[in-house]
């Protein structure tokens, strides 16, 4: 019942009137909130799946938790969970989402800042951090870092889902905005192209290993899948979608901040596809997201 309300406080605080309305017309737009629970119990069977974790007891830390969902399906299958967020109008909707199903905090703090430590050292150490589709919204990934290895156990884990805006997928039409060449523009060329204050700090994957290995999470495992059959397929693939990249910027009309990006690009995809292994390009180029988990065991420090 509450995800119905969830739902209607939703499409209310959208401006888009109803569920039916949220549900039908506006279905394409919302379907990452729409589908919240859902992905949250995807996440958490894949995560029971590699850590073979028992919740009941657990301490878990969901930052950037939004509407609430993996929180709330976190502590129905017994964890203590703990949702975090500096955006208070999603906090508010995560209170609507929970209500009446289960009782759990969620606070109101930017997890990169120092303070985040006093309000939550209270409800830790935490067993569990997770990093949803969170990090590319972040500027201080260290300072977030830097708490997470203050706040949890000796033996934590983070799990991460992040995009890449490398993938071809994603410079053909960006993640949030669908909008072409996005995905390879420094935040400070984002303004030209979408409503502000929005912008994504799209990062290449050696970055999270460094931060995660800096700060004392060095036992890194990624769990994103190759789902081609073969290396003649990701090649294909990739192929494909250079072309349609260079057909875009070949027909004109775009920026010529998005022409010059996509020219890069297409340069390094040409010598990566030259040079590079299957499951590196798979990687580099297929992968619309990496998911993993970080884990503190393995320090490197
Ligand atoms: C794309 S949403 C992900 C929501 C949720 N984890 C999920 O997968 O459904 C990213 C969330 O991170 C929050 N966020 C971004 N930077 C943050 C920060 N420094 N501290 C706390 N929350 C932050 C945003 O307000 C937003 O709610």
């Not at 890069?264 to 030259?274: F, R």
Request: proline share 3%; aromatic share 10%.
């Amino acid at each position: 019942m509450s995800y119905q309300e969830f739902l209607a406080a939703f499409a209310v605080a959208q401006g888009v009137g109803d569920v039916d309305t949220l549900l039908g017309e506006h279905a394409a737009r919302y379907k990452f909130q729409i589908t919240s629970r859902e992905r949250a119990q995807n996440a958490i069977a894949l995560l029971a799946d590699e850590l073979g974790v028992d919740w009941r007891g657990l301490r878990v830390l969901d930052v950037g938790c939004a509407y609430g969902a993996f929180t709330i399906e976190l502590t129905k299958l017994g964890a203590r969970a703990v949702g975090i967020d500096n955006n208070a109008k999603w906090l508010g909707l995560a209170a609507v989402n929970a209500r009446g199903e289960v009782d759990a905090p969620f606070i109101d703090c930017d997890a990169s800042a120092f303070a985040a430590r006093e309000a939550l050292a209270p409800h830790g150490p935490f067993d569990l951090v997770l990093l949803n589709d969170v990090l590319e919204h972040v500027y201080d990934t260290a300072g977030l870092l830097a708490n997470l290895e203050a706040l949890t156990t000796r033996e934590a884990a983070v799990w991460f889902e992040v995009p890449n805006g490398l993938a071809t997928q994603h410079v053909l039409a960006e993640g949030h905005k669908k909008i072409f060449g996005l995905s390879l523009l420094a935040p400070d060329h984002w303004p030209a192209f979408v409503a502000t204050p929005f912008h994504i700090f799209y990062r290449r994957w050696p970055y999270f290993p460094a931060l995660f290995g800096a700060f004392g999470f060095g036992d890194l495992r990624l769990i994103t899948r190759n789902r081609d059959r073969d290396i003649e397929r990701t090649r294909a693939r990739i192929r494909e979608d250079l072309d349609r990249i260079g057909a875009l910027i070949a027909a004109g009309g775009q920026s010529p901040v998005v022409e010059r990006a996509c020219g890069y690009y297409l340069a390094e995809a040409e010598h990566d596809l030259a040079t590079m292994a299957g499951g590196a390009l798979y990687l580099k180029y297929r992968a619309r997201f990496w998911k993993g988990i970080a884990r503190k065991s393995g320090s490197t420090r």
